[in-house]
């Protein structure tokens, strides 16, 4: 018990660390959004860390580690290549920062970038437990193997959307309309969906490594926090000024995929 707290510890320490550094440097770029690049990345380094701390891994640790870091590998890409092209702080931390006035600075400190320490060390609830504990005795191969399955198929989702998303941003003309075909006619946010697949699959073979239900937990708050606090509810009160965003909503599940309701008009993307 003393070697897990420790770990835990030291993970929330360098997760602390890692996102006051970022803090400094946004004071100098006046740019909370750099706050992104870490986010995936600091999964990726817990992980490794406490493999590191532990020693002698068991090799389904070794690829439940690998699993993170392709995750984090790809979202990192994404998020940094989303702010290159933006160009310009998220719109999200600039209504934030709009809305601090000058004690944003200051306060950012703690209202995104601690906070989203945090959230990145309970998130990642299901890699302590697979990494930072002796596997059970008998690990689940088949349970392993169908959390690997639901992982890479929601690594996939997510994939897809987050191209769909970037390829519909650079066309000419598209400025202010929204995106309503393809994925995103079963779904509004099929990118949060695959991403809390992603997680579900993690939680699965953290359980067959470790016997812990405790991995669930970081599933059930990432869930949480896209559905109802900064993912879906940001993006829906953003997008409901848009035209046509009624007729898509009306049609179109908010999260779960399915297929579209019948009977009501689809526009296409040029909304």
Request: glycine share 8%.
């Amino acid at each position: 018990m003393e070697a897990m707290l420790l770990i835990l510890g030291l993970s929330l320490a360098v997760s602390l660390t890692a996102f006051s550094a970022l803090w400094l440097a946004s004071l100098r770029l006046n740019d909370v959004s750099i706050v992104d690049s870490y986010w995936a990345t600091g999964f990726a380094v817990i992980a490794w860390l406490n493999l590191w701390w532990q020693g002698a891994p068991d090799p389904l640790q070794l690829g439940f580690a690998g699993l993170v870091s392709l995750w984090a590998l790809r979202m990192t890409v994404y998020l940094v290549r989303r702010h290159r092209r933006a160009g310009s702080e998220d719109r999200r931390y600039r209504a934030l920062r709009e809305a601090g006035g000058p004690q944003f600075r200051r306060d950012s400190l703690f209202t995104i970038f601690w906070l989203q320490a945090l959230l990145q060390w309970l998130i990642a609830a299901p890699i302590h437990a697979a990494t930072a504990r002796p596997v059970v005795p008998q690990p689940s191969l088949a349970v392993f193997c169908a959390g690997t399955i639901v992982f890479i198929i929601g690594l996939s989702i997510e994939a897809y959307a987050d191209a769909a998303i970037a390829r519909f941003r650079a066309a000419p003309g598209n400025s202010g309309k929204l995106l309503t075909d393809g994925i995103f006619a079963w779904s509004r946010h099929p990118n949060y969906f695959g991403e809390c697949q992603v997680w579900f699959g993690l939680a699965l073979a953290s359980y067959a490594l470790s016997g812990s239900l405790i991995g669930f937990a970081g599933w059930l708050l990432l869930t949480f926090v896209l559905v109802k606090v900064s993912g879906v509810p940001i993006l829906e009160k953003l997008w409901a000024e848009r035209p046509g965003y009624a007729a898509w909503a009306a049609r179109t599940s908010a999260f779960l995929p399915r297929p579209p309701r019948a009977g009501i008009e689809a526009r296409g993307p040029s909304q």
